[in-house]
């Protein structure tokens, strides 16, 4: 039946299903920043509290759930970007998915700084302060890094 189908056994590879392309690999990196800064808080500060002074902070998970949406959307452009089936499908809608979904998670970034700074001005007005955190910044690192690879790989789906 082997000789019927042509077919030969092949021993599989670690990452054989995985396209590790420079600037795939960079949407990869992008998006797993994205999605370690989902979860990590947004801003923190003090403010005060009836023992003094006590830590706050603000997390993109509360709220409006921007962290959620950039945790779920850069877990499936990373899925989208890097592994062979998506990224060699012949359908243009596959394989635009990523664009879109970056633009999304730049919107929920856009949207979850402007939460963030909003909670840290009603602490300063409660008679505390605070700054962003180390997260949203990593999340905004992650989107420059996913743009930059995604744009790169757009052109020959746009030229399809």
């Known amino acids: 039946m082997q000789e019927w189908m042509r ?3 092949t021993k599989a590879r670690r990452f054989s299903s995985m396209l590790l392309e420079p600037a795939r690999i960079v949407v990869g990196v992008g998006a797993a920043m994205a999605f370690i800064g989902g979860f990590m808080p947004w801003a923190d500060g003090t403010v005060p509290g009836l023992s003094g002074m006590g830590p706050e902070f603000f997390s993109g998970l509360g709220g409006a759930g921007d ?40 919107m929920s970034w856009i949207s979850g700084y402007r939460a963030a700074s909003d ?22 690192l992650g989107i420059v890094l996913m743009t930059a690879g995604t744009l790169y790989l757009l052109p020959p789906v746009l030229r399809w």
Do not use: C, N, Y
Not at 119 to 135: K, M, T
């Open 119 to 140: 909670a840290i001005d009603s602490w300063a007005h409660r008679g505390g302060h605070g700054s962003i955190a180390p997260g949203l910044w990593l999340v905004g």
């Open 7 to 9: 077919w030969q056994p």
């Open 67 to 106: 962290g959620l949406v950039v945790i779920l959307l850069s877990g499936i452009v990373g899925v989208l970007t890097l592994h062979r089936t998506p990224a060699q499908s012949r359908v243009r809608t596959v394989r635009l998915l990523p664009a879109i979904f970056v633009w999304l998670i730049a």
